[in-house]
Each structure stands twice: as C-alpha cells, then as structure tokens.
Nanobody, 119 residues
C-alpha cells in the first residue's frame, strides 16, 4: 500500500536550519507530483511547497517561505526533501509530506513530523 514516512523534524532556534525527508513506498514515486503542507497550532492546514513529477523542474513555494525553503526529490531513493533555513517561530508546525494528484489535491499523507522553532 501507499506509504509516506517523514523524518528530520525537531527543535531548533530561530535562524536555524532543518532538513525534512519523506521516504515513500507502494507507488511509482517519479510519476507523481509531491508537496509539503503544514499545520500550526490552532490553524488550518497550509500548503508550503510543490514539486512536479519526473525531474522536478517545476517548483512552487508559499510566499513566506520562498528564498528560505528548498524542495527537492531523489527519484532513485523514492525520497522527497525540504531544506529549511532561517527558520522563525512562525514556521513551527507539523509538516506533512503529501502525494499530489492535481493542483492542491492530495490523496495520500504521511504521519507528519514536528518542527518547533523556539529559543
């Protein structure tokens, strides 16, 4: 069955960095667009970034993370990444790796990984 497993979250100070990973199984990873979404305490789910299927030539970011976050994919390793730099407390959230079947339409989710930015 389809599985998405995130890792790499944790506690980091403001200005710090983290790299999230999402290893998938049960489907042909290279055939699907993938995305990261997050949910901060008391808030709705929020799309963060998107990468297209195949070579990942088309990448989109939420405005507030553009220039700080980098999404990438390694199809040989069935893994999606999110490099996060210059983190702020507003980035505190549970981050989810999702499989995208259409623009902002997701049919499979990982369990999430907690990112906490605090001094």
């Amino acid at each position: 069955q389809v599985q998405l497993v995130e890792s790499g979250g944790g506690l980091v100070q403001p200005g710090g960095s983290l790299r999230l990973s999402c290893t998938v199984s049960g489907f042909t990873f290279s055939s699907y667009g993938m995305a990261w979404v997050r949910r901060s305490p008391g808030k709705e789910f929020e799309w963060v970034s998107d990468i297209n299927a195949g070579g990942g030539e088309v990448i989109l970011y939420k405005a507030s993370v553009r220039g700080r976050f980098t999404i990438s994919r390694d199809n040989a390793r069935n893994t999606l990444y999110l490099e996060m730099n210059s983190l702020t407390p507003e980035d505190t959230a549970v981050y989810y790796c999702v499989r995208e079947v259409n623009w902002l339409t997701f049919d499979s989710w990982g369990q999430g990984t907690q990112v906490t930015v605090s001094s």
